[in-house]
């Protein structure tokens, strides 16, 4: 569980900060009082196009808008020559770029989600649209129609949601920042590098909070699955702990013995998980890698197996004390 969801939160991060460095811009503008992730809908004006592309060093401005269609998804508008521009263009796969109004543009992940291909239909925004073209994925977005139309369809005539700037040379990135920023006070202006960089599990809230949610889940989990499997074990063994005392075996040796046979089981349920892992993954990117990413995070393998460690153990106590304090006459009449 630690694996997976950890996975899909860095995955998922890391795939929002490729499709950022696909776009091919030097700079980014957003809306003032944006998240690093979040944004709503298209709240800047239009003309902030015609400022930008008139400072030193810019040789394209462009603009997108983005709109919820549900979930985690949602669709980007996009001036297709534009975008071409800044981005190298798109590497169809299959089909086109628009030729109509109700033409659509995926990537291959939101089309294996989708099982659509050029020709198919979906619907979103209370509308039918066509898949014209399906693209590899890392730039943007999954989803793009035309700017001026997800603009009308959306109430949002004129307005943008992010800003793209390319300049004739990124040496002059932070000269041109900092001239933006001195006319655009209010606005969050960011290299494309220093944007990317923000996006980790650390700058977006709320995500490692759920990282310690999990962990804690898991050590609950891990110690109640444990304190009832271990203390069903004594119950079953009791005779035969009562022999081992009988014997001469000290509440250390009892003790001992069940702890070694739980940090086995522990190291055993570990590696299962840890394969588990690739298992998710597999599920993830066949069935929904339009929405969802998951990373193998090699590095969480220690971390995963310590909180199973520690589960187990906790759970293991009562039980091996118990074990440990039985009479052995008590234990060799125990039927």
């Known amino acids: 569980m630690i ?63 983005v709109y919820p269609i549900g979930g985690i998804n949602s669709v980007t508008g996009i001036d297709y020559d534009k975008f071409t521009q800044l981005s190298g263009g798109f590497k169809f796969l299959s089909g086109g770029p628009f030729h109509n109004p109700d033409y659509v543009i995926i990537d291959e992940y939101y089309a294996r989600q989708s099982k659509v291909s050029v020709g198919s239909s979906l619907t979103f925004m209370n509308r039918t649209w066509r898949v014209c073209g399906i693209v590899e994925p890392g730039k943007l977005a999954r989803i793009f129609i035309p700017l001026k ?67 804690g889940v898991s050590v609950l989990a891990g110690f109640l699955v444990v304190f009832l499997s271990m203390y069903t074990a004594v119950l079953e063994r009791t005779r035969e702990i009562g022999v081992l005392k009988a014997l001469g075996a000290s509440p250390g040796f009892i003790l001992n013995l069940l702890v070694r046979e739980t940090i086995i089981l522990a190291i055993i349920g570990s590696v299962i998980g840890i394969l588990l892992s690739f298992v998710t993954r597999q599920v993830i990117m066949r069935y929904i890698p339009g929405s969802l990413q998951q990373l193998i995070v090699y590095n969480w393998w220690p971390i995963a197996t310590g909180v199973a460690l520690v589960g187990a153990l906790l759970g293991a106590m009562y039980p091996g004390y118990k074990a440990a304090r039985q009479d052995p006459i008590e234990a060799l009449s125990y039927e």
């Not at 998922?12 to 979040?38: H, K, N, Y």
């Not at 298209?42 to 008139?54: C, G, R, T, Y």
């Open 149 to 215: 139309l997800l603009q009308d369809l959306s109430s949002n005539t004129g307005k943008l949601t992010v800003v793209y700037v390319k300049l004739d040379d990124p040496k002059y990135t932070d000269e041109v920042i900092a001239g933006l920023k001195q006319q655009l006070v209010d606005y969050p202006i960011y290299s494309m590098g220093e944007f990317v960089s923000l996006i980790s599990v650390q700058n977006v809230a709320g995500i490692e909070e759920f990282i310690y949610v999990v962990i």
């Open 3 to 65: 694996l997976t969801l950890v996975g899909v939160s860095y995955g998922t991060l890391e795939d929002t900060a490729s499709r950022a460095r696909g776009v091919g811009a030097d700079i980014l503008v957003r809306p003032p009082g944006s998240s690093i992730i979040g944004l709503s809908s298209a709240p800047m004006s239009e003309k902030i196009l015609e400022f930008v592309a008139k400072q030193p060093h810019v040789v394209l401005a462009t603009g997108t808008a």
